[in-house]
């Protein structure tokens, strides 16, 4: 087995891939907002969150399919790895990944991509209107990225007995049968479905929780961004950045309980030989 990356190290790792994405969006005029436990350990820590190495953005859908089309035409160490770029990648969470590295999974769906340290790509859609109309396209993109997760687990569930991993296997059989790539495209043709309107709400459509309260925003809360300071480099940041924090976390200027104060990833990163 290769060696395994550190806390630090991965830290480090992502917060170059961060400044790799950083600088294609500014070369390219592309829109992006730090966010979840990025924006938090800002906030909070001017930086990472101490037993944490998460990097998360949001996107525009428009900005991200153009990023698509960049990152196609990059060869280098740092690779975007998408269902719109390799059809053998399954889920609807974008990330760039460090090819220098690789990722051993612990987690309950398949990855059928070689993965390393990572950043994720949150997705931004318009939404509707108003907040009714968002919420419920919030929810109907959810409910088929339910559907995508039914027919993308694993047999065996790790916090589930055999038992009751085979039942549920057996229940989401149609989900298996319909296949991964059916419900991806759906997803993805849905959530752009005001791809070419402008609205007044916009939706974390890749966010995978049910409540449309914690995903659904006015665009205003987002608009051009402002820039907050992470480490030592500016990255630019929701209009309401407050308001986001408050929505996903609380009260997010208090610590968790010390016991609480871990990473929850369910993979090892090791160096490439």
């Known amino acids: ?24 969006c500014d070369e390219n005029n592309l829109t992006y907002y730090i966010a979840y436990g990025t924006l938090i350990g800002a906030v909070r820590h001017h930086g990472f969150i101490p037993w944490d190495d998460d990097i998360d953005v949001l996107m525009p859908r428009k900005d991200y399919n153009k990023l698509v089309e960049i990152m196609g035409n990059i060869d280098g160490r740092y690779k975007l790895v998408s269902y719109e770029n390799n059809n053998k990648f399954t889920a609807p969470l974008p990330k760039i990944i460090d090819t220098k590295t690789e990722l051993v999974q612990k987690y309950d769906f398949y990855e059928r991509v070689p993965l390393g340290v990572y950043i994720d790509i949150f997705i931004l859609d318009n939404a509707g209107n108003d907040f009714q109309e968002a919420s419920s396209f919030y929810q109907n993109v959810y409910s088929i990225y339910r559907k995508w997760l039914k027919s993308d687990l694993k047999l065996f569930l790790n916090n589930k007995s055999k038992f009751r991993s085979i039942l549920g296997f057996v229940k989401r059989l149609p989900y298996k049968i319909h296949g991964i790539s059916y419900y991806l495209r759906r997803y993805t043709e849905y959530s752009s479905s005001y791809i070419d309107v402008n609205t007044k709400y916009i939706a974390a459509t890749n966010a995978g929780t049910p409540e449309a309260e914690r995903n659904v925003f006015l665009f205003s809360d987002f608009g051009e961004g402002i820039d907050i300071l992470f480490e030592d480099v500016y990255f630019r940041a929701p209009n309401n950045y407050q308001k986001l924090l408050e929505v996903e976390y609380g009260d997010y200027m208090k610590l968790p309980p010390k016991e609480k104060q871990v990473s929850h990833h369910m993979y090892e990163l090791h160096w490439k030989n």
């Open 1 to 24: 087995m290769s060696e395994e990356i550190t806390l630090k190290e991965s830290q480090q790792l992502v917060f170059e891939i961060l400044k790799f994405y950083k600088q294609i």
